[in-house]
């Protein structure tokens, strides 16, 4: 884990791990304490939480293909907004039909649609320059 490190009013903490259900609660953990830095509301920490938890959840159970691999988390946090971006290194969606959103609701899972509910910007796409996933959602910040 990196960080957190500043710069003008921004927080970044950078946390890698292996793609293994036992370490998503670490994601939450650094979550909680960035979170300590600008307080939220409980709702909105439980809110980002969850989005978090369904962001690795998703790597660690499609990723791989139960290979082994890593998922990164970087979490952003500013005055009015935090940024989780959660990446790993693995197969990929198959974005010619919206990264699989459609397919996953199909198949009983609600992750993506799940983050998107939660979320004020949702993003997924490919790793620029590597093989792998790149899912990143914001959630603006109230004061509270």
Known sequence: MTGPTTSAGVA???LTFPAKPEYITLGRL???GLAG???LSEETL??????LTEAC???VRHAYAEQPGTVEITYELRA???TVEVADDGLG???SNGGGIDDELVEGGLGLAIIRALADEF??????GRPGSRLRFVKLLQDS
């Open 12 to 14: 970044r903490v950078r």
């Open 123 to 128: 993003e997924l796409g490919e790793r620029e």
């Open 57 to 59: 959840t998703n790597c």
């Open 46 to 51: 439980g809110d980002l939480k969850l989005a």
């Open 80 to 82: 009015d907004r935090l």
């Open 37 to 39: 830095l600008r307080p």
């Open 30 to 32: 650094a979550l909680t």
């Open 93 to 95: 969606f198959d974005y």
